[in-house]
């Protein structure tokens, strides 16, 4: 179990319910950072008492540094401020709930500071698998996944040598237009979008269930995590969501992680990992669960994901450019400047357009991601 924690990106969902779980285990918090909500952020640290706080956009850092002026709360700023909480010798683990390429430097920084990674931010491993999970292992660094899906797959891992499995079934509820047609989501609000049926989450995650992109970068997430190529991996449709992945093992055996569709547990255990304690989620009763049910996913109607698994294939900057070009079409999506059905025309027209570089370093792979961005912006807003 570790010592202390630093959360970075504390005021989204993930942030706000892994300050909930810390302080219901007891875990101290050394440091969190958050981008620009700074009265959440006030509350958060006035409660829990960190010794560092950053805030990223500059002007709300100075404003936050005076409302926090009668504390001994040490304020810092920008994308160094994110690398000192990430690095800081009272934290021994690093959240990464982070949304977006920013994650991407204060990971490496703390992986460098030998920090187990708690990882929630999923464009580290998009954008830069290859780096991060070579320099992870180089300083021996622990990444413990907190995506329900990867930690579900670490779970069914756990004292397994690598040679025991033969395929990830990598599970997915389908999100709430599961079986619709392209046809049909024409005219869906970013309203109709947001409500998952199973998972409560941050608006961009939930429309990227509905796409499923989500689980298109899932895919090349779990690639990265476990070692493994996009031939190992399978996509399966649970819509219950109460398995939350599987692997198989060579001799056939399928071995499952289920709970209760709660991010606060995968949150838990990548805190207290290898250890685990009671928490505070309620449980799963066979009794009253119906049925579990399975089905194949259908790529036509979510081309997302057959668009992730390609890019998977491709390599390279590949995926970093798709989730980039995703992210800036879903925010446009979500202040009602682009069609839902644009996001995946946004996507796949900037793979197409911006290139793939090969191989890249961490420079090529945020200009590529900058790329994307303003190539979805010059031709997709309206
Ligand atoms: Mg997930």
Same mark, same amino acid.
């Given at each position: 179990m570790v010592k202390s924690i630093s959360?970075?990106?504390?005021?989204?969902?993930?942030?706000?319910?892994?300050?909930a779980v810390a302080e219901h285990i007891g875990m101290p918090v050394a440091a969190l950072t958050a981008n620009r909500k700074i009265d959440l952020l006030e509350e958060q640290a006035r409660?829990?008492?960190?010794?560092?706080?950053?805030?990223?956009? +500059?002007?709300?850092?100075?404003?936050?540094?005076?409302?926090?002026?009668?504390?001994?709360?040490q304020v810092g700023s920008g994308i160094e401020g994110l690398i000192r909480a990430a690095t800081m010798e009272e934290t021994d683990c690093v959240v990464t709930a982070v949304s977006g390429a920013v994650g991407l430097k204060p990971?490496?920084?703390?992986?460098?500071?030998?920090?187990?990674?708690?990882?929630?931010?999923?464009?580290?491993?998009?954008?830069?698998?290859?780096?991060?999970m070579a320099r992870a292992a180089e300083k021996g660094a622990e990444i413990v996944p907190v995506d329900s899906?990867?930690?579900?797959?670490?779970?069914?891992?756990m004292g397994r040598e690598k040679g025991e499995l033969r395929k990830i079934l990598l599970t997915g509820s389908g999100g709430p237009f599961r079986g619709k047609a392209r046809a049909e989501l024409e005219d869906v609000t970013p309203e109709q979008a947001v409500k998952h049926p199973n998972w409560s989450m941050g608006a961009k995650i939930s429309v990227d269930s509905a796409t499923m992109m989500n689980k298109g970068l899932e895919f090349v997430e779990a690639m990265?995590?476990?070692?493994?190529t996009p031939d190992d991996i399978q996509v399966v449709i649970h819509p219950q969501s109460v398995i939350h992945s599987m692997v198989e093992l060579v001799d056939g055996t399928v071995i499952a992680q289920l709970g209760v569709p709660d991010m606060g547990l995968p949150i838990q255990l990548a805190l207290t990992y290898p250890q685990r304690c009671p928490s505070m989620f309620s449980r799963l009763d066979f009794t009253t669960l119906q049925s579990l049910s399975f089905e194949a996913p259908d790529y036509e109607k979510t081309p997302c994901l057959k668009l992730a698994m390609d890019c998977a294939r491709m390599g390279g900057t590949a995926p970093c450019v798709m989730s980039?070009?995703?992210?800036?079409?879903?925010?446009?999506?979500?202040?009602?400047?682009?069609?839902?059905?644009?996001?995946?025309?946004?996507?796949?027209?900037?793979? +197409?357009?911006?290139?793939?570089?090969?191989?890249?370093?961490?420079e090529t792979i945020l200009a590529a991601d900058a790329a994307a961005r303003a190539y979805v912006l010059e031709n997709f807003s309206k």
């Open positions: 959360v970075l990106g504390c005021t989204g969902s993930i942030g706000r319910q892994t300050i409660r829990l008492h960190p010794k560092f706080v950053a805030v990223y956009d +500059e002007q709300a850092a100075k404003q936050f540094k005076i409302a926090v002026a009668d504390t001994d709360i990971t490496l920084a703390a992986i460098d500071g030998k920090k187990r990674i708690a990882l929630a931010n999923k464009e580290t491993l998009v954008c830069a698998g290859d780096i991060v899906e990867h930690s579900a797959i670490f779970q069914c891992l990265h995590l476990f070692g493994v980039a070009a995703n992210e800036v079409a879903v925010g446009l999506f979500l202040r009602h400047q682009l069609g839902y059905n644009r996001i995946y025309d946004a996507a796949a027209s900037a793979v +197409e357009k911006v290139g793939v570089v090969q191989n890249p370093d961490l």
